[in-house]
């Protein structure tokens, strides 16, 4: 069964103060890895596919990278804006079409 | 440009009532469709999806069903709503095929009381 793992559960940065967000996963077969930025009472928002270890992909101030057991969301230098939940989710060539969850990282960053 | 639409936005339901949520896709054809619930402190569970217009799976049992009467409407019911239906209730969609990712809708926030 597939499995997603996030951590820390919550991390609070200062404005600028750049750090990481991981996402451990188990997968017989990988057909894909997301990430989605969620704000409170609103629907997921997707971010990033990566498709195989080695692969990076970067947006504004965000950068996801992955490897055969996790992949990585490097926040560099982050604003308060980008305070939000971060959720990662794996697709599996054995799952059919579900989307495997992690319970998210709540991020705040303060000015 | 593809926009998901769901409604309503939020929803206070005595326990027994009835349900139904509507979510609606523009932009495209023959989605894949999903149903997602997010209760407090767990992550997005599946419920249902359907990849074409006469089928839909099950991915978890429970007093919820759902129906796709038209390729791009997916409805999420229930007969008697429990306590425990309480939740956020989210509509995707995709392609189905490369690259894969899920669009969201924006939710509907259920109360049973």
């Known amino acids: 069964e597939d499995q997603v793992t996030q951590s820390p559960e919550a991390l609070r940065l200062q404005e600028g103060e750049s750090s990481s967000l991981n996402c451990s996963y188990t997968?017989?077969?990988?057909?894909?890895l997301f990430w989605y930025r969620q704000d409170p009472g609103k629907g997921p928002e997707f971010l990033f596919t990566?498709?195989?270890a080695g692969e990076e992909k970067e947006k504004e101030r965000l950068k996801a990278t992955l490897t055969k057991k996790e992949s990585f969301l490097h926040i560099t230098a982050p604003k308060p804006e980008d305070s939000a939940t971060y959720l990662c989710?794996?697709?599996?060539?054995?799952?059919?079409?579900?989307?495997?969850f992690g319970k998210g990282t709540s991020l705040l960053v303060t000015p | 440009s593809q926009t998901i639409h769901q409604w309503p936005a939020t929803l206070v339901q005595p326990v027994g009532s009835p349900l139904s949520l509507e979510c609606t896709v523009e932009g495209t054809s023959n989605p894949n469709l999903y149903w997602y619930r997010q209760a407090a402190g767990r992550g997005l569970q599946l419920l249902f999806y359907s990849i074409g217009i006469d089928q839909i799976s099950s991915e978890v049992p429970q007093n919820l069903s759902a129906s796709r009467p038209q390729d791009r409407q997916f409805i999420l019911s229930s007969k008697k709503l429990l306590l425990s239906d309480s939740g956020f209730y989210l509509c995707a969609w995709t392609t189905g095929e490369r690259p894969y990712e899920q669009y969201f809708g924006p939710g509907t926030r259920l109360t049973v009381t």
């Open positions: 990566l498709y195989s």
């Open positions: 989710a794996v697709q599996g060539t054995n799952s059919g079409y579900a989307l495997n």
């Open positions: 997968v017989s077969g990988l057909r894909g």
